[in-house]
């Protein structure tokens, strides 16, 4: 009898861009849908056929006083539902914090037996913000849980025009899937700048996996020690929505005769057996070798800038010792604009360069001790909008005793109001 509430029941649940739908089943329980104003209504329809649920909670605040009923009463139904989706996220926020830094405590180190890639590209200035505008692109291109991602975001050396990217996998599998995903993607970004280069780290059994396809495009292959640990991080248990990344990563280069090669890292694996993890925030840590060449490198993860700036002051003696075998050619310091500023003037007399992480640079990793700042509102939204309109269909079923009364109260609507929520929801 109603075409609108037919299509509803059977389609699949909208995605977050699609809440025209579920909004309107709000006003057809409601029956308040033909009470709205005229130009809250079009607000109404417009605003959250385009948005999410951010926008559900805010708008249906406003639309509840500007919308008036019949009676010229409030529609406290939609401040009731405003304001209840605000809590439900705020509520969800907090407690996703509180587990994960519970895990993290908990937590021990482990061998890290993840491969890191760090691709390196230098944009002609005038074009920066224009290979800026592909990260998206990329972005939107990332399976993460099919390509094992742990860590993914762009980062940009605005002072020298260069662009790099985080990304972390838990194995040479996942990077040969994530390469073969955005392969449209490079082509794009190769009009604009020559291609990426870089080094890639790993243990040497996944780096025989990479070595045909990555050394022909320049990349050099670092082998990982043994001894190299995770300790407040492991690859997720479910990959889900994953969180904004505000981690700081350090990478020094060591230029070393091969003699002292083994002495070198031994330097540093005995320096990080020998602090308080918990103390710096450390995520990750450890050494890694390209023998040919004769370079070893040295990595850390911080959970924030703050942490790292007290392992600097630590690190200051081994690294003097470091300096005596070995020559200290390069440091990259990786993370977010506000948290790479607290360690410019630490790190001022080494070779540093600074990379900058984008806003979309996200982490999918289980364990780590992070802020409700870091939580990814838009995707916590999508998922629990999709699971709440999924009951909602359930309940709509045919036959159902739900359905029932929808059709009921929608029997009872104006004329005017039923043709505005068939022909939205057709129209869909």
């Known amino acids: 009898r109603y075409p609108a509430l ?32 005229e130009p809250g209504r079009h607000h109404f329809a417009a605003a959250h056929s385009s948005g999410g649920f951010l926008a559900l909670g805010k708008d249906v605040v406003v639309e509840a006083f500007h919308g008036k009923s019949r009676a010229g009463g409030v529609n406290w139904l939609y401040v009731g539902i405003g304001v209840a989706v605000l809590l439900v996220i705020f509520i969800a926020a907090i407690v996703v914090v509180l587990k994960r830094r519970a895990a993290a405590a908990a937590l021990k180190p482990q061998p890290d037996t993840t491969v890191t890639i760090c691709p390196y590209t230098t944009v002609p200035a005038h074009r920066l913000e224009e290979f800026k505008s592909k990260f998206q692109a990329f972005y939107d291109s990332v399976e993460a849980e099919d390509e094992g991602l742990l860590f993914y975001g762009f980062a940009v050396d605005e002072a020298n025009s260069r662009v790099s990217c985080r990304e972390t996998y838990t194995s040479a599998a996942g990077m040969q899937k994530h ?125 924030r800038g703050r942490t790292a700036q007290t392992f600097i002051t630590m690190v200051e003696a081994t690294l003097k010792q470091a300096m005596e075998m ?51 509102v838009s995707k916590l939204l999508a998922d629990s909008g999709s699971k709440m309109v999924e009951q909602m269909q359930e309940r709509v079923a045919t036959g159902s005793r739900t359905r029932q009364l929808i059709e009921a109260r929608a029997s009872t609507f104006q004329d005017k109001a039923k043709d505005f929520v068939i022909k939205s929801m057709n129209d869909m």
């Open 326 to 376: 070995a020559e200290l050619t390069s440091v990259e310091v990786l993370g977010p604009q506000e948290e790479i500023s607290r360690l410019t003037e630490a790190l001022e007399a080494q070779p540093c360069k600074y990379f900058a992480l984008d806003e979309g640079a996200t982490a999918w990793v289980d364990g780590v001790a992070f802020d409700i700042a870091d939580i990814k």
């Open 6 to 37: 037919k299509v509803l029941a059977r389609s699949p649940a909208p995605a977050l861009g699609n809440m025209k739908s579920f909004t309107l089943l709000l006003a057809a329980l409601s029956g308040t849908a033909s009470a709205m104003s």
């Open 179 to 303: 390469i073969k995903n955005i392969e449209d993607r490079l082509k794009e970004v190769a009009e604009i700048a020559p291609g990426f280069t870089g080094t890639v780290h790993g243990p040497k059994t996944e780096l025989d996996k990479l070595r045909d396809l990555l050394t022909p495009l320049g990349f050099t292959l670092f082998a990982t020690a043994p001894e190299n640990r995770l300790h407040s991080i492991r690859a997720p248990k479910t990959w889900g929505m994953g969180f904004s990344d505000h981690s700081v990563g350090m990478i020094r280069y060591f230029r070393v005769s091969q003699d002292k090669t083994q002495d070198l890292m031994k330097l540093f694996t005995d320096f990080y057996d020998s602090i308080s993890h918990d103390q710096f925030g450390l995520m990750y840590y450890g050494c890694s070798v390209d023998e040919e060449s004769g370079v070893v490198m040295t990595r850390e993860g911080f959970a």
